[in-house]
């Protein structure tokens, strides 16, 4: 009664901020993102007859806050669709900081879902992963599918699950992570998502997502950079704009941020393939195209402020280990 799964942590171009039901994790608007290959979280499921209680370690810390409660829902779901009621330990591992705005929950949730679901005997089909990853953090459906990942606006359970619109080696993009922190974000997504409906701005922005998604869409299956470039930061701004108008207001960004959103402006002005998206934190996620990732990673690398560049290609789905 036990198994492992790996899943990558994904970058999104068009962002999720917003929910219709906070519990089931129904967002307000459709997203669209890309897996990251090279980072991971690796999760080890064990349903245990001797244990009187769920179990959760995260990096090797024991955790027993709100982490241990979306498991534990996950768990709840899993022992339901099996017809168990054992209770199970779970430990995860991750190779990059959690809680720094690369989405950490995503590809944990993604990996959690698999191995909690197959160590219960149970052989579910994408969708129905992609929907009970949802259910413990909203992006972690995106982390089930392949490559390049659509998660459809739709306001039911049954529907809101994502899917793989171009496989992984449809598009050389990169991503080169600047990190300007590694510390835990001080405000989580879950309050903010909660909070959105508090911006002004948040109507104008979720009104306008079918047509970003569209152009997001096209731009990926036509490998078009500068109108992917154009949507992916014209999507980071507006959610931005939400999050620093929302009551109370949430600023993510450092000075070493806006120096790198600026420097990426200035890079492309001059032509190079190179655009910025930075979700739920101080990080800077640079997209540019593989014939010039080397020199961008460099150039960012030498950006006062920059901790470390981590450089990450189109991911594939969430596996079984040894698979
Ligand atoms: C800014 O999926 O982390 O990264 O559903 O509450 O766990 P919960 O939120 P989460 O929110 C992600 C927010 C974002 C944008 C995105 O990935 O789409």
Redesign the pocket.
Known sequence: MQATAIAHP?I?FI???G?VDPDL?IPANG?I?MNLRELYSRTNVSFDPSLHHDQFSLDGRHIDDDGLQRVNSILGRVRKMAGINTFASVESHNNFPTGA?I?S??SGFAALSLAASKAAGLDLDEKALSRLART?????CRSIPAGFVEWQAAGNDVDSYAFSIAPPEHWDLVDCIALVSQDEKPI???V??SLAKTSLLQPARVADAPRRLDICREAILHRDFNALADVVELDSNL?HAVMITSTPPMLYWQPATVTIMQAVESWRKVGLMVCYTV??GPNVHVLCSREVSVEVADRLQKLSGVQKVLVAHPGGPVNLENE
């Open positions: 994904n999104a962002k999720y901020w929910d994790h997203s993102s705005g989405a929950s995503a413990g953090s909203g992006s972690a989580s997504s879950s903010g998502h959610m979700d739920a």
